[in-house]
Every structure is written in structure tokens, then in C-alpha cells.
């Protein structure tokens, strides 16, 4: 099987609000709104919450087996961890939820040895990855 067009088309739509944050700080900080960090990061973790049950998805069909389990103890332990981020200060938070997406990525890395793969979708995984953490380091670097 092969990723359809309109799985890039919708992964690098979803790229695009990670960007706007770090960009609208940087280019007019003047202007940004008080919630601008609380609905960013808000997204940065919503995004993270739907990859772990991305990872859960993909495991379902194997979860009898050892891989499998291991496989869904891994997604709900990276769903945890982003649920632990939204709890932190911004600066904590951002460091917790890149390595959450970096583990993510590991994850589907994992999966693909242990369990088969989607045609295009670990490549696109990681591109997306790169410019999560792409953003998300931007925004950390602008943080007082």
C-alpha cells in the first residue's frame, strides 16, 4: 500500500500552525495576542496526543502478539508523556514535547521493522518531524 496524496497534502497543512506561532513572535511581537503561546502549544501537544494514537492504530491489528503489545504500552507511554507536558511553564514543555516527537518517531521507525510498512509513510513522518522540531526550537530560542 501507498500513502494517498491527500495524507501529505492534509501532514503538511498540519505543519503550518506550528509554524505561525514562531513567526508571528518574531515578525511582530508587538501585535501578538497574550494567548498566542497558550493555543500554540496547546496545538504542539494536541498534535503529539493524535501521533500516539496514530502509533496505537497501527499496533491494533497486532495486538496479540509481542510486537503489538509492545507496540500499544509504547503509544499510551507516549500519550502520558504528552499529557505530562501540558502541565509544564513553556520552556519545560517544549523540551518534553520534542523529545516526545523525536520518541514518536523512534516508535514508527520500530514499528516499521516489527510490523511492516506504509509505502511513503516513515519519510514523511520524518520530514514532518524536522520541521516540528524545526518550530518548536524557533519558539524556544525566542522565549525570555
Known amino acids: ?3 494517498p ?3 501529505s497534502l492534509f ?5 503550518v500552525p506550528f509554524l505561525l506561532g514562531p513567526a508571528w513572535l518574531s515578525m511582530s ?7 498566542l503561546d497558550t493555543v500554540w502549544l496547546s496545538y504542539c ?3 503529539a496526543a493524535f501521533m500516539a494514537g496514530s502509533l ?11 510486537a503489538g503489545k509492545a507496540g ?5 507511554a507516549l500519550m502520558l508523556l504528552t499529557w505530562f507536558a501540558t502541565a509544564l511553564p513553556l520552556r519545560p514543555a517544549l523540551a518534553v ?6 520518541l514518536q518517531l523512534a516508535a514508527d521507525f520500530w514499528r516499521e521493522r516489527a510490523l511492516g510498512s506504509v509505502g511513503g509513510y516513515f519519510s514523511l513522518r520524518a520530514t514532518l518531524t524536522v520541521g516540528v522540531l524545526i518550530a518548536m526550537s524557533w519558539r524556544y530560542s525566542i522565549s525570555a
Open 5 to 7: 496524496t491527500i495524507v
Open 97 to 102: 514535547l520534542a523529545v516526545t516527537f523525536l
Open 72 to 76: 500499544l504500552l509504547i503509544a499510551m
Open 29 to 35: 511581537p508587538a501585535t501578538t495576542p497574550d494567548w
Open 56 to 66: 496505537w492504530g497501527f499496533m491494533l491489528p497486532a495486538c496479540e502478539g509481542a
Open 45 to 47: 501537544a494536541l498534535v
Open 11 to 15: 501532514g503538511y497543512a498540519g505543519l
Open 1 to 3: 500500500m501507498r500513502l
